[in-house]
């Protein structure tokens, strides 16, 4: 699903990723662990371009992302992303956070798609051959109301459905971090990026989120998560990333690496983490 050839990406001066390689195939899930500072989080943002790699190609189905000639919009539609920090809109309600990318993203192709229509019709005045018209076969009314209902089943599914019409500042931390996931999940993506979404948590909320994405993974949604959960990474991941100083420095299975790490530098952090 997502080929990472060669990537590279610096700051100034100061170089963050270094020629990182690696694929991620589709049901993967991969958990990235490694000190603060390693380029984790950096790593996980230039994967659906939020930062701009300064070098390398991001291969998402078939299509190099990181070429500057993509719209990197159409394809962040199928590639969800989960923050720290939640990321809700606090002016909206819940549903309404749920809501906002597929009725936007929808209603942006009803009107493209009314637009063409405009132009064939013109076109078929001075034509003798008929272009047939794009079919439009919804509304943005029934857009709004299919989108509401696939909001309140995400809503239903966290056990939130009664928070639907509250505002994101009346929820704990635990609530906002599920709605964060399930309103990824309103778009169908074909993969979730998550970026250390419990290090903002308070410790009894922890297990709520993980438990969601548990959920997830057994369902088979390729996820990449930057985690500090080690036993969360033990029981869920199909495979671990170590990366220190920009570098992947292992790859391979959890017990791999929790029970025979290669590099010096991943048995310290083991030491460290684990002790």
């Known amino acids: 699903m997502i080929d990472v050839i060669n990537l590279k990406k610096s700051f100034g001066e100061t170089e963050v990723l270094k020629d990182i390689s690696v694929t991620i195939n589709k049901g993967d899930i991969v958990v990235v662990l490694g000190p603060s500072g390693s380029g984790k989080s950096t790593f996980l943002r230039c994967l659906n371009c939020?930062?701009?790699?300064?070098?390398?190609?991001?291969?998402?189905?078939?299509?190099?992302?990181?070429?500057?000639?993509?719209?990197?919009?159409?394809?962040?539609?199928?590639?969800?992303?989960?923050?720290?920090?939640?990321?809700?809109?606090?002016?909206?309600?819940?549903?309404?956070?749920?809501?906002?990318?597929?009725?936007?993203?929808?209603?942006?192709?009803?009107?493209?798609?009314k637009r063409k229509n405009i132009k064939i019709r013109i076109k078929n005045l001075f034509s003798k051959q008929k272009e047939e018209l794009i079919p439009i076969t919804t509304s943005k009314a029934e857009i709004q109301k299919e989108a509401k209902e696939q909001a309140m089943n995400l809503l239903k599914r966290i056990g939130l459905e009664d928070k639907a019409d509250v505002y994101p500042s009346t929820l704990s931390g635990g609530q906002k971090q599920r709605v964060a996931i399930v309103r990824s999940l309103a778009m169908n993506p074909d993969v979730i990026l998550f970026d250390e979404p419990t290090s903002a948590l308070d410790p009894e909320m922890v297990g709520e989120v993980l438990d969601l994405m548990k959920a997830l993974a057994k369902e088979g949604m390729t996820m990449i998560i930057v985690t500090h959960e080690m036993g969360f990474a033990k029981e869920v991941a199909n495979r671990i990333l170590f990366m220190d100083e920009g570098y992947i420095l292992e790859s391979g299975s959890p017990k791999e690496f929790f029970e025979h790490p290669k590099s010096d530098r991943a048995k310290e952090f083991l030491s460290k983490v684990l002790a």
């Not at 189905?61 to 070429?67: S, T, Y």
């Not at 819940?94 to 936007?104: F, K, R, T």
């Open 50 to 113: 939020m930062e701009d790699p300064t070098g390398g190609s991001i291969i998402f189905n078939g299509v190099d992302i990181a070429d500057i000639k993509v719209d990197i919009n159409i394809h962040r539609r199928h590639m969800g992303m989960v923050f720290q920090h939640f990321n809700l809109f606090n002016n909206k309600t819940v549903i309404q956070n749920i809501m906002l990318a597929p009725v936007y993203v929808k209603c942006q192709e009803l009107r493209k798609n």
